[in-house]
């Protein structure tokens, strides 16, 4: 697929989606929105992709749905079922996406966009960036996995305010919150995401993935349920290359070299 909206580069194992409308701080319209659930696809599928970065271009993470976009829309096509069709299925590839994403917040990350920036398992901020459920200004609901993923890392109280005020959050109280993974300086932020992904691109890929896998399950589970699963995933981990490299670089006192496998 060639796409129009956003950037889809791989260096190194790592894919890198740059959401790609600056002159909207990159609001998803529905090709934004289709081309970006195709590009995670894509991530996932290459057995050559280990980690995926996905940031903005120019001054703005995302502002989340395109307004103009959405007062254009077919009458036909309901919120609910645009959510279901669009940024349900974004949020759900990127949940279950069984290799680290890690989302560079170069700035403003509203609404939609919020909720994408939050479906990523590693948050690296610029001293620049925000947060904000902006629907509550448009008579909207916090939608996109919000209700499920936000109180979740910051909890009831924070998460519902965020909702009824839409004030933005600066990235370094969001990293007080637990938000956000590191603030860093806006100038360096590109920088210092790409060594994230870099590093966790080179490390036990499969291992990374059956982790991201325990603990979302975990949410839903019972101790004994989490226990039960933890030990089968472990099964799976322990009858891996990586598993054995780990394992013999401690004994031979060498950095292990992890293929994913
Ligand atoms: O149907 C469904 O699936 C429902 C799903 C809904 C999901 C949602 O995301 S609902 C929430 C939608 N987003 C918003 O309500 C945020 C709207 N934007 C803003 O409130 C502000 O732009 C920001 C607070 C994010 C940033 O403010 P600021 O002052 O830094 O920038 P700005 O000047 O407002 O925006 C710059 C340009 O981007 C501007 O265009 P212009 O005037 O230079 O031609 C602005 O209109 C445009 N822009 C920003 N956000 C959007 C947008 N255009 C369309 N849609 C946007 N969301």
Request: charged letters at 20%; a negative charge; aromatic letters at 8%.
């Amino acid at each position: 697929m060639t796409y129009q909206t956003i950037l889809y580069e791989l260096r190194d194992s790592v894919a890198c989606i740059t959401l790609n409308r600056p002159s909207k701080l990159n609001a998803f319209d529905d090709t934004m929105i289709a081309e970006t659930i195709d590009a995670v696809r894509q991530a996932g599928r290459a057995a050559d992709v280990r980690c995926l970065l996905i940031t903005g271009a120019g001054r703005g993470f995302s502002s989340g749905q395109d307004l103009s976009a959405f007062v254009d829309r077919d009458e036909n096509v309901t919120v609910g079922e645009h959510l279901r069709h669009g940024y349900h299925r974004l949020v759900r590839e990127m949940v279950g996406l069984e290799k680290p994403i890690v989302a560079a917040v170069n700035g403003v990350a509203a609404g939609a966009g919020c909720g994408v920036a939050l479906a990523a398992d590693v948050r690296v901020a610029s001293d620049a960036a925000s947060f904000m459920l902006a629907f509550s200004r448009v008579g909207l609901i916090p939608d996109s996995g919000i209700n499920w993923l936000l109180p979740r890392l910051i909890g009831y109280a924070r998460a519902y305010e965020m909702a009824i005020t839409a004030e933005r959050v600066p990235a370094a109280r969001a990293a007080e919150w637990g938000m956000v993974n590191r603030v860093v300086p806006a100038a360096q932020l590109m920088e210092i995401a790409w060594a994230t992904a870099l590093h966790l691109a080179a490390g036990p890929t499969l291992a990374f993935g059956l982790t991201k896998r325990a603990m979302m399950h975990s949410f839903n589970q019972t101790l004994e349920e989490a226990l039960t699963y933890e030990a089968y995933l472990q099964e799976v981990a322990g009858r891996s290359d990586d598993n054995r490299e780990g394992v013999g670089a401690f004994l031979e006192k060498r950095e292990p070299t992890f293929t994913g496998h």
